[in-house]
């Protein structure tokens, strides 16, 4: 019988046959060079060693980065000459007859605008001979207001308002716009160009004195502020001088310096921006007579969201984030915007909202569709009103012997008209209410709670401006397509019912 196999086995790894010893299949941890010498293998192989890599050129300097970033090219010499082009003047800024057609923009303007920073990088500027602009009917409005407050003998009254609207509807363009006109009938313009630049934390700050709660100042930005108003407006400022004596100046004045020079000397020394701001604007705001004139003023600002912030980069001495409004050039610009600081001889406040770069701020945009749905009611109302006035209807009597109805008006009956064409129900306003789960800052929608605030919502070209604008690109050379109505109306419904930006990107090529 065969032997029984054992369930395990005592032998050894190690197999021995005619004297020699085998070991069993493993891994080897010598490995030989190319000389046959044996070397340790290393635990972790990440790759070849890369060899360092050997400076070619200067480093760029400080600042050097961010000035090719925010460089603005207003001129191309390539571009082709566009015949029978007209410049802007003041007469063109109230001509109705002049919507749709593109006019050139002066170059002392071009340089105002430029020290204002009112060129945007993302801007097409660089694809034409010349820096020029669409007549669109917003543009002429603001013309006719400018020219009407410029007039002699009217009523000092200041226009707030702020810009809504989809990306690409022309926003920062309009505001430029407004801003070339201002100039150009003399007004003294202040513009902040990016909100966001002053809440992203690469300014240097601090508290100001006596000052409760507390407010901080940015005076590297202060600075250059006055140096851009002294640049930009330095023909109105250079002819008017100081009204009166300041004992809070940080340094002694002469009693006839000029503004303009003024101006300049707080953008020499950020130390003494902010107190010589401060003078400055006291003065520009002092009521106008015949030994001091003062002109209106224009206050601009783009990026309105970043100035509506509850926290900011910055942090109080305690550590707490500081809110956009504790900082004093933005709680300057929106005390104006909100009413609860005027401008004794008339102006213009005009802020622009941004899509591209839009930080989610819920109370901004409570109190902007609030303010929206408040003047779209009163608007209609005012409509039904005037129609009711120029058309009453005559009240039918019944005869004596019909039956009178005799029910009672429900309050369906009372309900506007605009509300059931706006929003299809009799239960809903176009007045939007808070929402339980979110939470708003008691502090925006304060400053958004005058009515006096208009808001402007941009809408698309029509296409009688769409077919100016195309036409200029085509004699521009960069679109090489013949202007057709059927062309007209493809662009224009592609571009999202005539948004200026859309259809730059759609005929141009040029992303926004």
């Known amino acids: 019988m065969p032997s029984a196999k054992a369930a395990f086995s005592t032998r050894s790894g190690l197999h021995v046959q005619q004297g020699v010893v085998t070991k069993p299949n493993v891994r080897k941890y010598l490995q030989s060079d190319n000389k046959g010498q044996e070397q340790k293998s290393k635990g972790l192989y990440l790759g070849k060693k890369k060899r360092p890599t050997e400076s070619k050129g200067r480093p760029p300097a400080p600042g050097e980065r961010k000035a090719i970033r925010k460089r603005i090219v207003l001129s191309n010499t390539n571009a082709l000459e566009v015949p029978g082009l007209e410049e802007f003047t003041v007469d063109a800024m109230i001509d109705m007859r002049l919507r749709g057609q593109v006019l050139a923009i002066p170059g002392p303007v071009v340089d105002q605008l430029r020290?204002?920073?009112?060129?945007?990088?993302?801007?097409?500027?660089?694809?034409?001979?010349k820096p020029s602009m669409l007549i669109r009917k917003e543009t002429v409005e603001?013309?006719?207001?400018?020219?009407?407050?410029?007039?002699?003998?009217?009523?000092?009254?200041?226009?707030?308002?702020?810009?809504?609207g989809e990306r690409g509807s022309g926003k920062s363009t309009l505001l430029l716009q407004a801003m070339a006109m201002a100039f150009m009938k003399n007004w003294v313009v202040i513009n902040l160009p990016n909100a966001q630049d002053l809440v992203i934390g690469n300014i240097e700050y601090g508290p100001i004195p006596s000052t409760s709660p507390p407010l901080y100042n940015q005076k590297t930005y202060t600075a250059s502020l006055l140096s851009a108003i002294s640049q930009a407006n330095s023909t109105v400022l250079s002819t008017l001088t100081l009204s009166k004596t300041h004992s809070q100046s940080p340094i002694p004045l002469q009693a006839n310096i000029s503004l303009d020079r003024l101006?300049?000397?707080?953008?020499?020394?950020?130390?003494?921006?902010?107190?010589?701001?401060?003078?400055?604007?006291?003065?520009?705001?002092?009521?106008?007579?015949?030994?001091?004139?003062?002109?209106?003023?224009?206050?601009?600002?783009?990026?309105?969201?970043?100035?509506?912030?509850?926290?900011?980069?910055?942090?109080s001495s305690d550590f707490k984030p500081i809110h956009a409004l504790d900082l004093a050039?933005?709680?300057?610009?929106?005390?104006?915007?909100?009413?609860?600081?005027?401008?004794?001889?008339?102006?213009?406040?005009?802020?622009?909202?941004?899509?591209?770069?839009?930080?989610?701020?819920?109370?901004?945009?409570?109190?902007?569709?609030?303010?929206e749905g408040q003047q779209a009611v009163s608007a209609q109302e005012q409509r039904q009103r005037h129609q009711s006035d120029a058309h009453p209807r005559k009240i039918k009597l019944p005869p004596l012997h019909s039956s009178i109805n005799t029910r009672v008006p429900t309050n369906a009956d009372l309900i506007s008209p605009f509300l059931l064409a706006t929003t299809g129900s009799p239960t809903t306003s176009p007045v939007p209410t808070r929402d339980a789960f979110k939470e708003y800052d008691e502090r925006v929608l304060a400053a958004f709670a005058d009515?006096?605030?208009?808001?402007?919502?941009?809408?698309?070209?029509?296409?009688?401006?769409?077919?100016?604008?195309?036409?200029?690109?085509?004699?521009?050379?960069?679109?090489?397509?013949?202007?057709?109505?059927n062309l007209i109306g493809e662009r224009w419904t592609v571009a999202g019912g005539g948004v200026i930006g859309e259809l730059e990107r759609s005929c141009v090529g040029v992303s926004i």
């Open 329 to 371: 050039l933005l709680k300057f610009y929106t005390d104006h915007l909100s009413g609860a600081c005027t401008l004794p001889n008339g102006g213009m406040i005009l802020a622009a909202t941004s899509e591209s770069n839009n930080p989610a701020v819920d109370s901004l945009r409570l109190a902007l569709a609030q303010l």
């Open 263 to 315: 101006a300049k000397l707080g953008a020499s020394d950020p130390g003494i921006a902010f107190p010589i701001f401060t003078i400055l604007w006291s003065e520009l705001t002092q009521p106008s007579t015949e030994a001091h004139p003062r002109p209106p003023i224009f206050l601009g600002i783009d990026s309105l969201a970043h100035a509506m912030k509850p926290k900011t980069a910055y942090y």
């Open 142 to 164: 603001y013309g006719q207001l400018i020219a009407s407050m410029s007039e002699e003998g009217r009523s000092a009254r200041t226009i707030r308002r702020v810009l809504v």
């Open 451 to 485: 009515p006096g605030i208009r808001i402007q919502r941009l809408q698309g070209l029509n296409k009688d401006e769409a077919r100016g604008l195309m036409e200029y690109w085509a004699r521009s050379g960069v679109f090489r397509s013949s202007i057709t109505e």
């Open 115 to 129: 020290g204002v920073e009112a060129f945007k990088v993302g801007q097409s500027w660089r694809l034409f001979r």
